[in-house]
């Protein structure tokens, strides 16, 4: 079963209004990490939060963790359509995990 | 620098055949994973590499894959007797981080279809 699991499923938007993409998990992590594909191919890192933090930013994201409900979200402002992609939450396990475990994705669309 | 390398990008191949997929890590990097992506679908882990140390073949589906690699560059992810549910990317991570994993960098993928 996921580890991760994204919501929702997909997303459109306009651009300029903002997106917001959860993500839920079933067991201790030591950090979570957000990645986004695009084309179905290579992924790209945005962001990591670790267990022992509530809340990130890196230019127009924002993530945030709640340990205690096994979950986090990715923000995103003001958006483009160049941010148009698949986004990918992925955990660590706490017990010396040697791999991410990836959800299964939100696929935002965002339109001009 | 260059970034994570992978060839070929696309592969087409009769069922029952083997194939070989390559993947050039970033240089320094000690780690290296591969993952398989099918389509619509989240990343599942296949085999992870860490220095000298024995691999990870957890995620490996079957004894039909395989993977080696040369010390700390090149891996080759070797996929035998091809099934049509084989069919999928298959994408190589790399990371500088050894113990607990921070950021990996991922190559393009390598589409394989089985025909």
Avoid at chain 1, 102 to 107: H, L, P, R, V, W
Wanted: net charge neutral.
């Amino acid at each position: 079963s996921q580890q991760g699991e994204e919501d929702p499923q997909a997303l459109s938007i306009q651009e300029g209004e903002n997106a917001t993409m959860n993500c839920s998990y079933k067991t201790s992590i030591n950090n979570l990490q957000w990645y986004r594909q695009n084309s179905g191919r290579g992924l790209v890192h945005l962001i990591l939060i670790r267990s022992n933090e509530r809340e990130k930013h890196s230019g127009r994201l924002r993530v945030t963790l709640d340990t205690s409900k096994k979950s986090s979200s990715l923000l995103i402002t003001a958006s483009r359509a160049a941010d148009t992609a698949s986004y990918f939450c992925a955990t660590v396990l706490n017990q010396a995990g040697t791999a991410l475990i990836f959800g299964k994705g939100t696929t935002l669309s965002v339109s001009s | 620098g260059a970034g994570v390398s992978q060839s070929p990008s696309n592969k087409v191949t009769e069922k029952g055949k083997d194939v070989e997929l390559r993947c050039d890590p970033i240089s320094g990097h000690t780690a290296l994973y591969w993952y398989r992506q099918r389509l619509g679908q989240g990343l599942e882990f296949l085999i992870y590499f860490q220095g000298n140390s024995a691999p990870d073949k957890s995620g490996l589906p079957s004894d039909r894959f395989s993977a080696e690699r040369t010390g700390e560059s090149v891996s080759t992810l070797t996929i035998q007797r091809t099934q049509q549910e084989d069919s999928a990317v298959y994408l190589c991570a790399s990371s500088l981080m050894s113990g607990v994993i921070g950021e990996q960098y991922f190559g393009p993928g390598t589409r394989l279809t089985v025909t």
